[in-house]
């Protein structure tokens, strides 16, 4: 598949749109955040209107669930004007607001509080306490204007796009001379639009823990920053994690638990992975437009509800995938022509442990691997003399050991994952909903967000349809027949990615449609299964699964057979690359919801901790359920940890008075 100047600019035209878009919906939209303090059962509202005319058709409102929340709007640009009126709530009464920032991209202003006008003076009474601001009204109206930034903020925000829209133009021009290659145009787009998710996490980064975080702190042996080494036994959401947990260890104890070190290290992991598989896809394409099309697929494992979402940073269920990527670098380094497989055990051994022992997908990744490399060498696969057989052999033994560890280190402390004794019960193939998750994994994974079971199986089809292809060659031309594939790392990529993939999707589904319930429809199993971060697996293993259509086109000999064959993998490689929802792109706003959780959190924490009855410390914004953190606060507070100061700089005084009014 070799790129003309109109395939190269087609090429570049279409990333730089992507990424364009991408940087758009991320870093463009202008969001205001109030942290305030009022009754609950409040409704807050923002009005917005350049001319200051406001009224109901222009505002947003927000339901006050708790006693301090931070409320999260989303400003139309041209609704912006000098600012907005902000309606704390529709009850008489005191209210505090504690903090207003505006932010665009990775900029943000804090109002000063002095800055907060009163829309209602003599009415209502806003005095400036502190950091806080304090607003008594006497009826269910009150009001406070909060000022916008001016435009030449507005617009100095808006660099990174500016950036990526720079070096887009630079491309073209460099395709329209056709002086660039196409794996450079799709490595230009991975590297933008990586960097505009990293810039979007770093900006609503916390260093504190949230949701699985907590089990770090626990009180005892299991205590990860304590003096006892329990937790190098701890097996926890049916996996024995190790690997990240020794990563966590060191930047844990390094930062006095700043839980930031966390979410840099979930970023270095997913900075290899790409890196890894970059070279992997050159290694076995070179610098072809079907090599760009697979580079251009590794940015899809940084969509939505994948290593990043609502259920924070899901880095430990990555690491399996970059140690694979760099074990496939690993053993493609001597090009597209030969499985370079007679390398050092000092390397290959080590990467297999990491990936066996980092999580429970760990060893069947690694099996995978190694299947599909004898696979690609099925016509000598007993030749243990060989080097190259010998090393894929080792890998296959390898990855099923250490899956065959995880699985009876699960059954013997949590329950058996075959009997239905575990957390929930196991669905096997006969079951509808094991179908419906394994192909709604697929289509999440292809950029697909919707629940229509038809077009999910569809782009499951597209992308195991060459592996199944290879496959079925290697066992009759390999196996049967003793032929030798001409290019066994570009056959070979393909088989090993197919099967990890289908295998992790069938054991997702195995272990997690239980959770939804026979009788509920299919669009709700499906769309239950695609807010879950499994799907990344599978998009980070897309790109080489998308191996199997280069290597069927390079095969199409025959003038005909080709054109068809290139018009498919045309084909697929759109339907692949595009996304079908902007929905899984929209990354800022699932940070944000994750920012607006943990600072309700620390503001909950800080008022129950040193309360001096000691009640339980509930806090859901930080721990998902309702369970008691005072234990582990206990231990953050003997430490003199992050954790334990960024909380207590949440602390307020005396909660406002009771309401005075009623609406």
């Not at 931070?70 to 529709?90: A, K």
Request: charged letters at 15%; aromatic letters at 10%; proline letters at 5%.
């Amino acid at each position: 598949m070799s790129a003309s100047r109109a395939s190269l600019l087609f090429l570049a035209s279409l990333l730089g749109f992507m990424a364009f878009s991408f940087a758009c919906l991320n870093l463009y939209p202008i969001r205001l955040s109030i942290e305030l303090a009022a009754t609950p059962g409040n409704m807050a509202q923002v009005f917005r209107s350049p001319s200051g005319n406001w009224n109901e058709q222009n505002s947003q409102q927000k339901q006050i669930a708790l006693a301090v929340e931070e409320l999260d709007f989303q400003i139309p640009i041209g609704q912006v004007g000098t600012g907005v009126r902000f309606d704390p709530g529709t009850f008489g009464g005191e209210y505090r607001i504690l903090a207003v920032r505006w932010q665009r991209g990775t900029m943000t202003r804090q109002l000063k509080p002095e800055m907060i006008g009163n829309l209602r003076e003599g009415v209502q009474q806003l005095v400036v306490d502190g950091a806080a601001v304090k607003l008594y009204s006497p009826d269910s109206d009150a009001q406070v204007f909060l000022p916008a930034p001016g435009e030449p903020w507005r617009l100095l925000a808006l660099w990174p796009i500016g950036v990526v829209a720079a070096v887009f133009l630079y491309l073209l021009r460099r395709a329209w001379r056709n002086s660039i290659s196409p794996t450079a145009v799709a490595s230009a787009y991975v590297g933008l639009v990586a960097s505009v998710y990293v810039l979007v996490a770093f900006t609503y980064m916390s260093n504190l823990p949230l949701l699985d975080d907590w089990r770090y702190i626990v009180p005892g042996p299991l205590l990860l920053v304590g003096n006892e080494y329990g937790w190098m036994t701890l097996i926890t959401n049916d996996t024995y994690f190790l690997t990240g947990q020794l990563l966590d260890f060191v930047a844990l104890k390094l930062t006095n638990v700043n839980f930031l070190s966390v979410r840099w290290m979930g970023i270095g992991i997913l900075l290899i992975y790409l890196v890894a598989m970059r070279r992997t896809l050159l290694a076995a394409g070179g610098t072809t437009l079907g090599a760009a099309v697979g580079i251009a697929l590794i940015a899809g494992v940084l969509g939505t509800n994948g290593y990043w979402g609502a259920t924070s940073l899901a880095y430990h269920q990555f690491i399996p995938l970059t140690v694979t990527a760099m074990l496939l670098a690993y053993v493609g380094g001597r090009g597209d022509r030969e499985i370079g497989l007679g390398g050092s055990l000092l390397v290959i051994v080590p990467l297999c442990a990491a990936a066996g022992l980092a999580y429970i997908s760990g060893g069947l990744m690694i099996a995978c691997v190694g299947a599909g490399l004898l696979l690609a060498q099925a016509d000598r696969w007993q030749r243990l003399r060989d080097s190259q057989v010998r090393t894929a052999w080792l890998i296959t033994l390898l990855g099923a050991a250490f899956l065959l560890l995880q699985i009876w280190l699960v059954s013997t402390q949590q329950g058996s994952l075959v009997k239905h004794n575990h957390a929930v019960g196991s669905v096997y193939p006969n079951d509808p909903r094991f179908y419906y998750f394994v192909t709604a994994l697929f289509g999440r994974a292809a950029g697909y967000t919707g629940t229509n079971i038809v077009i999910d199986s569809a782009l499951m089809l597209l992308a195991l349809f060459p592996a199944m292809l290879l496959a079925a060659e290697r066992l009759w031309f390999g196996l049967i027949r003793g032929q030798s594939a001409e290019r066994p790392l570009l056959t070979a990529l393909p088989l090993c990615a197919a099967a990890a993939a289908l295998t992790y999707a069938a054991a997702v589904a195995f272990g997690r449609a239980g959770f939804h319930d026979v009788i509920y429809p299919q669009p709700s199993i499906t769309g239950a299964a695609k807010v879950r971060f499994h799907f990344c697996t599978i998009a980070a293993l897309l790109p080489l699964m998308w191996l199997g259509w280069v290597e069927l086109v390079r095969r199409s000999t025959r003038r005909g057979q080709r054109l068809v064959a290139t018009a498919a993998a045309t084909a697929v490689a759109l339907l692949l690359i595009l996304p079908k929802t902007l929905s899984s792109w929209r990354v800022a706003d699932e940070l944000e919801t994750v920012r607006e959780q943990l600072t309700e959190g620390a503001y909950c924490a800080a008022a129950a901790m040193d309360a001096p009855s000691r009640p339980a410390v509930i806090c859901t914004g930080l721990s998902g359920i309702a369970a008691d953190l005072r234990p582990h606060l206990d231990v953050m507070k003997g430490l003199d940890s992050h954790v334990h100061r960024t909380i207590r700089s949440h602390a307020l005084p005396p909660a406002p008075a009771p309401a005075a009014t009623t609406p």
